[in-house]
């Protein structure tokens, strides 16, 4: 098999998480790794972790992006950040609320 394998529909996508934030995750290009993230990026998401490795195909359904864009930015970039879900205003709110004991 060449290398072009993985060209055109399909992307081999490994996948880190952040050991420093929560639901903030990594992709790039299997082959070529974490070579193309930039040092700044890296440092502040503190030292991937492997979480999985998959097939993207444009079709393919995620989470929280659509596949054709984390392929994308892949292949422009060189990665794909995920960054975690935005907090609820309202969970916010309670937080920022100071609560009573009620006995």
Do not use: H, N, W
Request: glycine fraction near 6%; aromatic fraction near 8%; charge should be neutral.
């Amino acid at each position: 098999m060449s290398d072009d394998r993985m060209k055109g529909d399909k992307l081999l996508c490994e996948i880190f998480k952040s050991p420093r934030l929560d639901e903030m995750y990594l992709y790039v290009d299997k082959r070529k790794g974490l070579g193309e993230v930039p040092e700044a990026l890296l440092e502040r998401f503190g030292r991937p972790l492997p979480a999985m490795t998959l097939i993207l195909t444009p079709e393919k359904t995620l989470g929280r992006a659509k596949a054709a864009d984390v392929m994308a930015a892949i292949r422009d970039k060189g990665f794909y950040l995920q960054m975690p879900p935005a907090k609820e205003e309202y969970l916010l709110d309670l937080y920022r609320t100071p609560t009573e004991a009620r006995y």
